[in-house]
């Protein structure tokens, strides 16, 4: 990781190395935290944070599954994301907002344990490279809806995406795959997954997933490009003949997928439309469509 100068904390701008917490506070030991992961690219106009509204709307909605107290408002928190990275000069990167339970009380119920809120910037390139992806069906089921609030971005649920993408690693995948309860496709450990067929577009509904926020964007810029979308479950077989399939995250931002598990997908390599997509969505998002200008927030002006 590329250290920064400063991170935002509790309403505070300190220097890196001086943001620290107690090896107690309540997170730690329960997952019990909300988190964020946002980019912002450089732009003719500086630093763009994008959709940075809904990324702390987002942020906020899952803090409620704890019923936590933030102590600052949306508006607080974008305002104090872009005073982070313009005090850290760097025009493009990635952003982490997360708010958990701190320290001064242990036990299951953190009713009485504080709420601590952190921003940090750092400069961050791709996630999963350029290329598409080899991709594995997990072992691991995507978390139940029914166990856990599957639609808030929650640190404790990461450990199902850690445990798939450890898996996925060890048997030589870049990526994984997770299946839902009723054993169609979920989403991939922090990614959306789109499939491409007859020039038609696919994505599973909203219910066992995360509501992606490159997600939207990418139905939205799909649309306006013409393409038809249809939500829907997708079965293993339907995403191994599909013509095309691709991820799409914050940190993944649009990757396309050559393989899953044995199966190549289409001629295995970046399909057409997801060539045309990613290259679509990264105008946007570096302010080059003013149709789509409302999407970024300015760090420096």
Wanted: proline content about 4%; aromatic content about 10%; glycine content about 8%.
């Amino acid at each position: 990781m590329d250290k920064t100068d400063f991170i935002w904390m509790n309403g505070k701008l300190v220097k890196w190395d001086d943001a620290k917490i107690h090896v107690l506070v309540h997170a730690l030991h329960y997952g019990s935290g909300v988190f964020e992961g946002v980019r912002f690219y450089n732009t003719d106009k500086g630093p763009a944070v994008f959709r940075l509204k809904e990324h702390i709307a987002r942020l906020l909605k899952s803090a409620k599954v704890f019923e936590m107290n933030v102590p600052y408002s949306q508006e607080q928190l974008e305002k104090a994301t872009l005073e982070t990275i313009a005090k850290n000069k760097i025009n493009a990167g990635y952003i982490r907002p997360i708010i958990f339970f701190g320290y001064g009380k242990m036990g299951l119920n953190p009713v009485g344990a504080p709420v601590d809120t952190v921003i940090a910037v750092w400069p961050w390139g791709s996630y999963l490279g350029e290329e598409a992806v080899k991709v594995k069906i997990s072992k691991y089921m995507r978390i139940h809806p029914k166990s856990l609030v599957s639609d808030a971005k929650v640190t404790g649920h990461y450990v199902n995406s850690i445990l798939a993408s450890l898996e996925a690693k060890a048997a030589g995948f870049e990526e994984c795959l997770l299946l839902d309860f009723t054993g169609n496709i979920a989403e991939g450990p922090g990614e959306n997954l789109f499939v491409v067929k007859k020039k038609k577009l696919f994505t599973p509904p909203l219910g066992n997933i995360l509501p992606g926020i490159t997600r939207d964007s990418i139905m939205k810029i799909a649309k306006d490009l013409g393409y038809e979308i249809e939500e829907k479950v997708i079965s293993v077989k339907e995403a191994k003949s599909a013509d095309e399939c691709f991820f799409t995250g914050t940190a993944a931002e649009v990757t396309g997928i050559k393989q899953i598990d044995d199966v190549t997908i289409g001629n295995g390599e970046v399909g057409p439309i997801t060539k045309q997509l990613k290259s679509a969505f990264l105008d946007v998002v570096k302010g080059k469509n003013k149709k789509y200008e409302s999407w970024l927030s300015y760090a420096r002006k």
